[in-house]
């Protein structure tokens, strides 16, 4: 009689694909959330992103000489603006200000829809820009994170 052979793999061999899955998925993990200096990835709560953005703007707007007044009021619009239009549009923080960019296109949406009564067409583009590019430049350096994307994490899937 010949030898009876089993059909399917062993449990040892079982074990250790499992093991090796749970190791390779553990790494990752880690890969994922953290940048080679092992610094965080980036904030997560869109909440705590919108404080950024509020944070800049105040910032860039205490610096001396800047053209326009009211400057302090025009951040906590833009900001509250930019919470509404997270559940209004369904568009996600990446969206809305994933880069310098989409912060500067959605600023510009912003004073479209109502611009402070202050702000003309040419100066609310100006402002915008001056805001985002001044944002864009020191963000980094006031959040301990890695310039623009060290506070704002990229999609999972697609902008």
């Known amino acids: 009689m010949g030898e009876e052979t089993r059909a399917g ?22 890969v994922w959330t953290t940048h080679g200096d092992r610094s965080p990835r980036a904030i997560v709560d869109p909440a705590a992103q919108l404080v950024t953005v509020e944070e800049a703007c105040e910032r860039w707007t205490d610096q001396t000489g800047r053209p ?4 302090g009021d025009r951040c906590a619009a833009l900001t509250g603006w930019l919470s509404d239009a997270l559940t209004r549009t369904g568009r996600s923080p990446w969206m809305l200000w994933g880069d310098p ?3 500067h296109t959605v600023c510009l949406e912003w004073l479209a829809e109502g611009p402070p009564a202050d702000l003309g067409d040419d100066d609310g583009v ?15 350096s006031w959040k301990d994170r890695d310039g623009w994307d060290g506070w704002l994490p990229e999609p999972m899937i697609g902008p």
């Open 9 to 30: 793999p062993s449990w040892p061999a079982l074990a250790l694909v499992t093991v090796t899955a749970i190791a390779a998925s553990g790494v990752a993990s880690a």
């Open 68 to 71: 326009f007044t009211s400057d």
């Open 101 to 103: 960019e989409k912060l």
């Open 126 to 140: 100006t402002w915008c820009g001056d805001l985002v590019g001044w944002m864009a430049d020191h963000v980094g």
